[in-house]
T-cell receptor
Framework: NAGVTQTPKFQVLKTGQSMTLQCAQD?????MSWYRQDPGMGLRLIHYSVGAGITDQGEVPNGYNVSRSTTEDFPLRLLSAAPSQTSVYFC???????????FGQGTRLTVV | GNSVTQMEGPVTLSEEAFLTINCTYT??????LFWYVQYPGEGLQLLLKATKADDKGSNKGFEATYRKETTSFHLEKGSVQVSDSAVYFC??????????????FGKGTKLSVKP
């Protein structure tokens, strides 16, 4: 009964470093997405995918890359970390775009 | 464009008090509406949903009614408990057209319930 699994839970990066946040779901959901949560801002969409091999940009895509080679996995790559990317990142999945989303536990990222 | 506006917090209530968290939305078409809850240190969990006008979503004593005429989806609970302390997010989901499937969130309302 794993649902949506994100790793790591916490990460500290230095400015300019790159890293990949992992997201996996075991519900055979077609739709997956990444959000960032910042104080007083709610959640904002970074990138999303409607199925394997298909990705698109959300509201705040700059500085992030995604790929979707399998239905289960949707990693988020930070190309060159900046302090402005300090945030809590949530991965979500849903059966299709028309259904409610299930969220992972989040990754708290600090860029120093 | 699409947007969600919810009342700013924090909201502090005593146990057994009545809760209302206001949420209004702007959207083209007929979005689905949701309330998500985030307990401290955890991810978001779906609390309730409504997919068409006049639908009432309910769960764990919480209720919200999809009001198309006032573009609102206010969250209510008759008697809050300390365990309801969390951040509550109102969200809309466009089901058709551009940005289909993308949740639009309000900024969240932090609720603290005191014994």
């Amino acid at each position: 009964n794993a649902g949506v699994t994100q790793t790591p839970k916490f990460q500290v990066l230095k400015t300019g470093q790159s890293m990949t946040l992992q997201c996996a779901q075991d519900m055979n959901h077609e739709y997956m997405s990444w959000y960032r949560q910042d104080p007083g801002m709610g959640l904002r969409l970074i990138h999303y995918s409607v199925g394997a091999g298909i990705t698109d940009q959300g509201e705040v895509p700059n500085g992030y890359n995604v790929s979707r080679s399998t239905t289960e996995d949707f990693p988020l790559r930070l190309l060159s970390a900046a302090p402005s990317q300090t945030s809590v990142y949530f991965c979500a999945s849903s059966r299709t775009a028309e259904y409610e989303a299930f969220f992972g536990q989040g990754t708290r990222l600090t860029v120093v | 464009g699409n947007s969600v506006t919810q009342m700013e917090g924090p909201v502090t209530l005593s146990e057994e008090a009545f809760l209302t968290i206001n949420c209004t939305y702007t959207a083209t078409g007929y979005p689905s509406l949701f309330w998500y809850v985030q307990y401290p240190g955890e991810g978001l969990q779906l609390l309730l949903k409504a997919t068409k006008a006049d639908d009432k979503g309910s769960n764990k004593g919480f209720e919200a009614t999809y009001r198309k005429e006032t573009t609102s989806f206010h969250l209510e609970k008759g008697s809050v408990q300390v365990s309801d302390s969390a951040v509550y997010f109102c969200a809309l989901l466009r089901r058709y057209g551009g940005s289909q499937g993308n949740l639009i969130f309000g900024k969240g309302t932090k609720l603290s319930v005191k014994p």
